[in-house]
């Protein structure tokens, strides 16, 4: 699911070939019908996945996935059905709603259950659960759950992993891990892992590599380094400049917050100057 070209861009196509696939799919008969509604669903999943992390329309995003849902239904394929559950997960978790979370996520193994899980699928879900544990205030469960998801994926397992889940490997949960250890105030540990984390990431990883920078830019804020946390939220819009991503923009708006207490600094007028340009000024007013 990497792309070349901006995902606010690309969403209206992916839309239109769901319109596509939603005309013919009445008209069309097994096995083409499920082949055709496993397409559908893929689409749809990555339609929401932009909708929710790129362009942060959650409510919008709930509605496509729900759609994914039911064309993963109609193909009968309980991993796909998986993922899209624990991606509907990510909504009530990132709004503070831990019981609306742990309910998907409980759905969400349950159909993996169902299927052929791979060990990177299992991680995949443990990681998934992480975050949601870390935004709804939990770190330590969310610190168990990734160790979890370490001893899965060093045990492996004799099922592949589903040619359309490209968007995780141990690197991508080396992220998780350091972005909870930094809301858990490992401030050392978090740093040791994002930079493993940064060397790790391959090239075409370039949103993530924006929330990377981001989440070192708030680990160097919490250990009273603003200078260093300049540095890596400028790295982070440098990022940000080519591949436009909303969740990397709200991590350097939250090291932002966190300079306060330098905001006379050089360091931080400075960044200020990169931050408040016209482009990210109106956009987020916006939101």
Not at 11 to 35: V, Y
Not at 70 to 86: C, F, P, R, T
Not at 113 to 121: L, M, N, P
Request: hydrophobic share 45%.
């Amino acid at each position: 699911m990497y792309w070349s070209v901006a995902p606010a861009t690309l969403h209206p196509a992916i839309l239109e070939h769901t319109r596509l696939g939603c005309s013919l799919l009445p008209e069309t008969a097994d096995p083409g019908r499920r082949i055709l509604a496993a397409a559908l669903a893929e689409s749809y999943l990555l339609a929401g996945r932009i909708e929710f992390f790129d362009i942060q329309q959650p409510e919008r995003a709930s509605e496509t996935l729900l759609r994914a849902l039911q064309s993963a239904g109609e193909a009968d394929d309980s991993l796909l059905g998986s993922a899209i559950l624990a991606h509907t997960a990510f909504i009530p978790g990132w709004a503070g709603n831990r019981n609306g979370a742990v309910e998907r996520m409980a759905a969400a193994r349950t159909y993996a259950r169902r299927g052929t899980a791979s060990a990177e699928f299992w991680a995949w879900l443990d990681a998934v659960e992480a975050e949601c544990e870390t935004r709804c205030g939990d770190t330590r469960a969310a610190l168990n759950l990734i160790i979890h998801a370490e001893d899965a994926l060093a045990a492996g397992s004799e099922h592949a992993t589903p040619e359309w889940m490209d968007w995780f490997s141990a690197v991508r949960l080396a992220a998780f891990k350091g972005n909870t250890q930094l809301k858990a105030g490992h401030i050392p540990q978090a740093r040791t892992t994002l930079l493993h984390v940064l060397d790790g990431l391959p090239p075409e990883s370039d949103k993530q590599r924006s929330v990377v920078l981001g989440d070192l830019a708030a680990v160097e804020a919490a250990d009273g380094n603003p200078q260093q946390a300049c540095h890596y939220a400028l790295r982070a819009l440098d990022q940000l400049a080519i591949t436009p991503y909303a969740t990397g923009m709200d991590r350097v708006r939250d090291v932002r917050r966190s300079l306060a207490p330098w905001q006379n600094e050089q360091c931080v007028r400075d960044l200020d100057d990169r931050l408040y340009d016209w482009g990210t000024t109106v956009n987020a007013l916006q939101r």
